[in-house]
Nanobody, 126 residues
Framework: QLQLVESGGGLVQPGGSLRLSCAASAVTLDDYAIGWFRQAPGKEREGVSCISRSGGPTNYADSVKGRFTISKDNAKNTVYLQMNSLKPEDTAVYYC???????????????????WGQGTQVTVSS
C-alpha cells in the first residue's frame, strides 16, 4: 500500500527558502503523478504544483510560478518542492498526494489524487 511521508517544513522569514520532501515506500513514485497541495487555516486545500508520471511535464499554480520548483529523484524515490522567495501567504500545511491513474499532464485538482500524506507545516513569518 502506498504510503507518503512529507518532511522539510518549518518556520522561515519572508524571502527565505525551504525544500519539502515527499518520500514513498513499497512503490515506485515514478509510476505515479505526484501533487503538492496546501491548506491554510479556514481555507480550502489548493493545488500548488504537480509532476506527471514517468518524468512527464510539471504544472504550477499561478501564485507560485517562478518561486517554487517541483522535482523528482528516482534513485531516492522522493519528490521535492523547492520553495524560494517565500511570502507570509504561503503559510499552510503542505501535503503531497499521488495517483497512478493520471496520465498526460498532471492536474492540480485534489479530487484527482487518491493517496495522501499527513502533511508538514510551513510558516512564513518575521
Amino acid at each position: 500500500q502506498l504510503q507518503l511521508v512529507e518532511s522539510g517544513g518549518g518556520l522561515v522569514q519572508p524571502g527565505g527558502s525551504l525544500r519539502l520532501s515527499c518520500a514513498a515506500s513499497a512503490v515506485t513514485l515514478d509510476d505515479y503523478a505526484i501533487g503538492w497541495f496546501r491548506q491554510a487555516p479556514g481555507k480550502e486545500r489548493e493545488g500548488v504544483s504537480c509532476i506527471s508520471r514517468s518524468g512527464g511535464p510539471t504544472n504550477y499554480a499561478d501564485s507560485v510560478k517562478g518561486r517554487f520548483t517541483i522535482s523528482k529523484d528516482n534513485a531516492k524515490n522522493t519528490v521535492y518542492l523547492q520553495m524560494n522567495s517565500l511570502k507570509p501567504e504561503d503559510t499552510a500545511v503542505y501535503y503531497c498526494a499521488a495517483d497512478r491513474q493520471l496520465i498526460g499532464l498532471c492536474v492540480l485538482s485534489r479530487k484527482a489524487y487518491r493517496s495522501w500524506g499527513q502533511g508538514t507545516q510551513v510558516t512564513v513569518s518575521s
